[in-house]
């Protein structure tokens, strides 16, 4: 069993930044960030995986938002900037233990976090 600790969310105005933390208890094959705002579905962000650094991003983020990742500290950050009211949702920590052809989609993940709230303010 994997877990994870979040940290990070908070208020900030658009246009602002904001950088989130994961911290995993164990070794997992790739880390990832999803989001659930208010009366929506679970939605990917970005996932990296540790063998070979690949990065895949949702478009609505790509060229605002950078996934990063300490192997060694088994840690996964999401570095979000000029961000946008519609980024305001509780972001949640994902992680798997396998590689999968839909790492877009929450069913490959096997480990979640508790989530942390990320408000944008207009």
């Known amino acids: 069993q994997v877990q994870l600790v979040e940290s990070g969310g908070g208020l900030v105005q658009a246009g602002g930044s904001l950088r989130l933390s994961c911290a995993a208890s164990g070794r997992t094959y790739a880390m990832g960030w999803f989001r659930q705002a208010p009366g929506k579905e679970h939605e990917f962000v970005a996932t990296?995986?540790?063998?070979?650094?690949?990065?895949y991003y949702a478009d609505s983020v790509q060229g605002r938002f950078t996934i990063s990742g300490d192997n060694a500290k088994k840690t996964v950050y999401l570095q979000m900037n000029s961000l946008k009211p519609e980024d305001t949702a509780v972001y949640y920590c994902a992680a798997r233990t396998r590689t999968s052809s839909e790492p877009y989609s929450p069913g490959a993940y096997d480990y979640w976090g508790q989530g942390t709230q990320v408000t944008v303010s207009s």
């Open positions: 990296v995986t540790w063998s070979g650094g690949r990065t």
